[in-house]
Every structure is written in structure tokens, then in C-alpha cells.
């Protein structure tokens, strides 16, 4: 192997100028492969941190040469072996024993480097030996000029006043030298100028626009288009938070998963303009979303919060709970623009995630803000992002690691587009180039098109036969569509007789199941995700040997199994427990190989109604007087009225928010002010 080669492919894909800086301790042959152990200088005195540069390379892998086998995590590690709350960190360390090598003129023993792990406490969890609870951090009042300290799993963070920074406070506008400290100035700072009057000012580049020039704001530009800064380190508590400006309605936000292509991973995403966050800590992905459409070219203030529960002993002492260790329960929460109400999903979610083994959330590959690279996925994002605070600390968007199709600031504004983009009957807004069109009720698709009144039906508690398909040859490629709108998340949607394969909705996520196999998404697998009350677009197109399925015209499964040609009809729903209620549409048959299609004959079994209006209308004793009643195709909710909060669309002022006297006065969107009485 010509190492030297390696050291300047390995700095070019990196962008670090000089091959020197590529240092390689120790090269070991393993199987097939050669294991480098390297470290790499960012310049003539500062070194990469392993994350930092482990994500470098996990992003530029494929342009080293000679090619490198794809990035793995620890074996040792990703079984999780470290008790309670500890964590298992990845080194190398130098063996005891190494040979000498030798010859007339050179004496030279070699270093031996070996891969080891170890357990670590995280600093917010330090009482007794075992790492069993967490510890008063803030124990000290590291804050200061009126910073709020909280405790968390890496440390604490301190939540400093709107004329402060620093990472305890300690720097205050209008006071002080350009000389304090590496923080006086944000990332977006050009210069620091010294005023004669004291304090000092920054000078920001373009697109910063602050009084500390934090590089707070950045926008993203379609395909490709991403930043990348160090993977996120807790794994236990994990709170993330940002403003969003897109109509964009189907994009990827924010992604952090493994340096392995499997496991663990969270991800914020857009899927028909709604938010949805992703969960997994190796096994099952979990989802949650809320209910409104943020893609509408405004900003809209998004905050995501991922706990693990502990298991807590009876026996406490003073504020923090003795506990013991970590327990099944995770809690995953989502809210937006500060909601006050959880009713509905319509601004706020919560999710409870039980499992029968603990597990950690290990997030070893680098965190991708705005959108992921194309070899992750080929979904674009266009809009802005701004105001990113993960645990509470502001992240600073000047410098990552990388970037792609992405600029400081942002110079998007929404604006209206002609309404014949949307076929006449949609609203049409545009950013970045980007166009949504917001559809009436029975209209769906980006641009409208699809209307869901075709022999619309909805099942209430029954099933549909489909019989007579003459169109359909035995032994010939075929395909299946049909529209559906529903919030069943266990059921039968779909069965072919001949054979009964089945299309079925488990935990929310559209399967094929076969006489043989279960088969789920592979990847994308938000889009398999449809029982979200929206109208969604099935297409199974199925030969003797393949079988896909696509939903809203993406292919979410790709199976090795044919499926019969099922000449002796289908069944559309839950034929055996009714399960399935919600709204079916467009069904439609085609034989491939001819091209014809048919809108088969239905029968109806149980109770089936036509259209797919809604059931419930609204009256005056439907919600509270602090609510409005919003009929929608499920029924009817009650939305909270400006000035009213809770379940219950309770007034603000109606817990008492003001001491000492003070009146409290409502203000709109949940919100008050209070007047003192003298």
C-alpha cells in the first residue's frame, strides 16, 4: 500500500492542505483489509477531536483512495455493555508488548496499537460508584449576570439573559474588550473594534445580523443541501430546538444517526408539510407528529424533547431522586410555536415508547441540519433554519464541519404565486423557488390534482368486495391503485384472494405481508407512515416474481415475492375484525402489459357510506366557550380561541399567574401581561 498517497487522499477529501498533517500511528492487517490507526492536524498546532474528524471522513469516504471500507462503530460498543448510566467510549491504546525490529545500523521498536473500551460516567450523572443517579451540576452557581443554570446528562448549561453570553454569562453588551476571550464576538464576526466610550462593537459579515454577529441563520437550496456539525452526545436526555421558514412539504430537517448504516438515529422531518420526528435506539422506529401544516413560508418555532426514564428508588434524598439505573420507558414530545394545548396533535404531541430491554440512543455519526447527502438520501430541502439550541447551547452555523448548497442568513421571503400552478383550486405560495399549493379538502397532490370525491366511501364498520376484474390476465403483470384517508394504525387494507397477500397497517406503517415473509420499508420509511388523517395515494404493482408498493408515488417496499394475479377478487379493509376506518377512493385496476385499466364494481359489507364528509357537525354545545369547533372529515375538533390554553380551552388569566396584587390581562395566543396596583 502507498501510504503516502493514502495521507494525501485522506487530506484532500478532508480539505486539510498539507499531507504532514495526516499522521498515521499504526497499520495492521485484518482479514482482507489494513486497519489505519491516524490523526489528523486542522493546522500546524490544533488537532481534530475524534468526532470531528471520524464525521469528515464518514462524509467524504468515498472520494479516499484507496477505498476505504465503510465506517463502523465499536462491536463492543454497540452491544451496549456498560450498566446503569454509563457509556461505552471507543479507543486505542499501546500495547505492552511490541517486537524490536533490527539491523546492522538501526535499533527501532514499533508501537503496537490496540483497540479497547471503557465505561464512562457522563458528568451529570456522577452519585456513587455505579453511575446510578444524576448529580447537582449547577451545585456551584456557575451562572453569572442572572444566567439560569440547568443540570444535564453532559454537564449543565447556562440560559443567559438577552444582553449577555459566554458559555457561563460572563460577557455583557457594553462592557469589556475585544480581547476578553474567544466569545466576545459570535462566529459571524468579521472584526472586533474597541469603542472609545468603553465596551466594544462587531462587525458582521453578510447575512449576520445581530449585535454579537452569532451566526444564527443559515438557508438551504434544494438537492444536496445540508450543514454538518459534531453528532450529538446524550443519550438519555436530548432536547433540540430551532425556527423553520419552508413550503417545502417533504423534506429532511435535521438528522443524526450511526457511523453503521443501521440502528440508532433521530430525525426531524416534513411529510405532507407536517412535522414528524423519528426515534430509534436500534431496533423498532418509533414516530410521532402534529397535526398542522408548517410548510406555509413563515417561520414557526419547532422544540423537541427525547427522555429516558429512570428506574427511581423508593428512599430519596433532598431535591434529586436516589435512582437505579436506567429503566424501559422513553418519552419523546414535540411542540411548536409555543403551544399551550395538546388536544388533537394540532400543535403538540406526546409519545410514550415501552421497551422490553433498555436501551441507550448512541448517536456516533455526525448530526446533518437542513437537509442530508445524497448518498443518505435524495431528498432536497429548500427554506431556512435558524436559532438552533440542542441541551439548551446555542449553536453557532458559520463554520461547520461541512456545507452544501447552504448560505449564512436568509434572503427568502414567501410569496404568492398564480393559483393556476394549482389547477384554479388551490392557494399557491412560493420560497426558494420552491411552490406548495394548499388544496381544498377533497383535492390532493402537489399541484391539486387528484381529486378523492371518485366513488369516494367510507368505512365505518365493514369491508369492500371487489369481484369481476376482467380486465386481469392469470400469470401477467399487474398493478393496483386506490386512495385512503384513515387513522387505524392495526389493519388490513388490502387482500388479494387468490393468494391472500395483504397490504396491512402495523403501528401506523404500511407492511406486505405474503404467504412467506413479512416485508416493511426499507428506508424513506416516514412515507410509510399513513394513518395520519391525510389522503394518501397506493400503488401495488406486483408480477410472478417482484412485488412493489409505492405510497404518493414513492417506493417504499421492493420484495423478492410475487403475488398471484388475483383474478378472483379483492378485499378492501378488514374483512375479519372491521378494523380498518377511514376513507378509501380511486380504486383502479390495470393489466400491465395491456395498458387497460378498469374502476371495478364494488359491493359493500357492513356499514359503508357514500363520500367522505363528515360524520359529526359542530354545535353550540360541542366545545367550551374558550374554543372554536372545526369540523373535519374524522369529526370535529375544538381549537382554543386566542386569550385560552389546555384541554379544556381554559382562560390564561384563570390560574392566577400574578403575585402581590398584580392584574393579569389577556394578550391573544395564550399569552399575558400583568399590571402592578399601588
Not at 463554520?399 to 404568492?416: D, F, K, R, W
Amino acid at each position: 500500500m502507498d501510504f503516502q498517497n493514502f495521507r494525501s487522499s485522506v487530506s484532500r477529501a478532508v480539505g486539510v492542505a498539507k499531507a504532514d498533517h495526516v499522521i498515521i500511528f499504526d497499520a495492521q492487517q485484518s482479514a482482507d483489509n489494513i486497519e489505519i490507526i491516524l490523526a489528523m492536524r486542522k493546522n500546524d498546532a490544533d488537532y481534530f477531536s475524534t468526532s470531528e474528524l471520524s464525521a469528515l471522513v464518514y462524509l467524504n469516504q468515498r472520494s479516499i483512495s484507496p477505498r476505504i471500507a465503510e465506517l463502523s462503530d465499536s462491536e463492543t460498543c454497540s452491544r451496549e455493555p456498560c450498566q446503569a448510566f454509563n457509556i461505552c467510549v471507543p479507543g486505542v491504546a499501546f500495547a505492552k508488548k511490541a517486537e524490536f525490529v533490527k539491523s546492522r545500523d538501526v535499533i527501532f521498536r514499533r508501537l503496537v496499537m490496540q483497540k479497547r473500551t471503557r465505561c464512562v460516567c457522563p458528568s451529570g450523572y456522577g452519585a456513587g460508584q455505579l453511575c446510578q443517579s444524576p448529580v447537582n451540576s449547577c451545585w456551584s452557581s456557575p451562572c453569572q449576570n442572572g444566567g439560569t443554570c440547568t443540570p444535564m446528562e453532559t454537564g449543565y448549561v447556562c440560559q443567559c439573559p438577552a444582553d449577555t453570553r459566554g458559555k457561563h454569562c460572563e460577557l455583557v453588551e457594553g462592557k469589556g474588550r475585544c480581547d476578553d476571550g474567544p466569545l466576545t464576538c459570535g462566529g459571524g464576526a468579521k472584526s472586533c473594534q474597541n469603542l472609545l466610550k468603553g465596551g466594544y462593537e462587531c462587525k458582521c459579515h453578510p447575512g449576520v445580523e445581530n449585535k454579537f454577529c452569532d451566526a444564527d441563520t443559515r438557508s438551504f437550496n434544494g438537492k444536496n443541501s445540508f450543514i454538518m456539525l459534531p453528532g450529538m452526545a446524550s443519550r438519555w436526555e436530548l432536547t433540540v430546538e430551532f425556527e423553520l421558514r419552508t413550503v417545502v412539504k417533504n423534506a429532511i430537517v435535521l438528522h443524526n444517526g450511526r457511523l453503521s448504516p443501521d440502528g440508532d438515529h433521530f430525525s426531524v422531518l416534513l411529510r405532507n408539510g407536517k412535522l414528524y420526528v423519528e426515534v430509534s435506539t436500534g431496533g423498532k422506529t418509533h414516530a410521532l407528529h402534529i397535526n398542522r401544516n408548517i410548510a406555509s413560508g413563515e417561520f414557526e418555532k419547532v422544540r423537541v424533547q427525547y427522555r429516558h426514564e429512570a428506574r427511581q428508588l423508593k428512599e430519596s434524598k433532598g431535591e434529586f431522586h436516589l435512582l437505579d439505573g436506567k429503566g424501559k420507558r422513553r418519552v419523546l414530545n414535540i411542540m411548536i410555536s409555543d403551544c399551550f394545548r395538546s388536544d388533537g396533535n394540532e400543535c403538540a404531541a406526546e409519545l410514550a415508547i415501552t421497551d422490553q430491554e433498555p436501551a441507550t440512543m448512541d448517536l456516533t455519526g455526525p448530526l446533518f441540519v437542513g437537509g442530508v447527502p445524497e448518498f443518505l438520501r435524495d431528498d432536497g430541502f429548500t427554506g431556512c433554519l435558524r436559532n438552533l439550541k440542542i441541551n439548551g447551547k446555542f449553536e453557532d452555523l458559520m463554520s461547520p464541519l461541512a456545507s452544501s448548497n447552504s448560505q449564512v442568513g436568509c434572503e427568502m421571503s414567501s410569496t404568492s404565486c398564480d393559483d393556476k400552478i394549482c389547477n384554479n383550486v388551490g392557494t399557491c405560495t412560493k420560497l426558494g423557488g420552491q411552490i406548495q399549493c394548499s388544496c381544498p379538502d377533497h383535492l390532493t397532490g402537489n399541484r391539486c390534482e387528484t381529486n378523492t370525491k371518485n366513488h369516494a366511501k367510507r368505512l365505518v364498520n365493514g369491508y369492500i368486495r371487489v369481484r369481476n376484474l376482467k380486465n386481469l390476465v392469470d400469470r401477467r403483470d399487474f398493478e393496483v391503485y386506490f386512495q385512503i384517508r384513515t387513522e387505524s394504525t392495526s389493519t388490513s387494507i388490502l387482500t388479494f384472494e387468490n393468494d391472500q397477500t395483504q397490504l396491512v397497517i402495523v403501528d401506523g406503517y404500511l407492511q406486505l405481508h405474503t404467504k412467506r415473509s413479512r416485508h416493511s420499508c426499507a428506508d424513506q420509511c416516514i412515507t410509510a407512515l399513513i394513518s395520519d388523517g391525510e389522503w394518501h395515494q397506493i400503488r401495488v404493482k406486483a408480477s410472478t416474481s417482484r412485488t412493489y408498493v409505492f405510497v404518493d408515488d414513492q417506493l417504499i417496499i421492493n420484495a423478492r415475492s410475487g403475488t398471484a394475479t388475483p383474478t378472483s377478487g379483492l378485499i378492501i379493509g378488514d374483512k375479519s375484525k372491521h378494523n380498518l376506518v377511514g376513507c378509501i377512493a380511486g380504486v383502479k385496476v390495470t393489466d400491465v402489459r395491456s395498458g387497460v385499466s378498469e374502476s371495478p364494481l364494488m359491493s359493500q359489507v357492513g356499514t359503508i357510506l357514500d363520500g367522505c364528509n363528515p360524520q359529526k357537525r359542530c354545535k353550540s354545545t360541542t366545545c367550551s366557550k374558550g374554543a372554536e369547533c372545526k369540523e373535519t372529515w374524522a369529526g370535529t375538533t375544538c381549537e382554543c380561541k386566542d386569550g385560552f390554553f389546555g384541554p379544556n380551552c381554559a382562560g390564561v388569566c384563570s390560574v392566577n399567574p400574578c403575585l402581590n396584587g398584580g392584574v393579569c390581562k389577556p394578550l391573544g395566543r395564550a399569552t399575558f401581561s400583568m399590571l402592578w396596583l399601588k
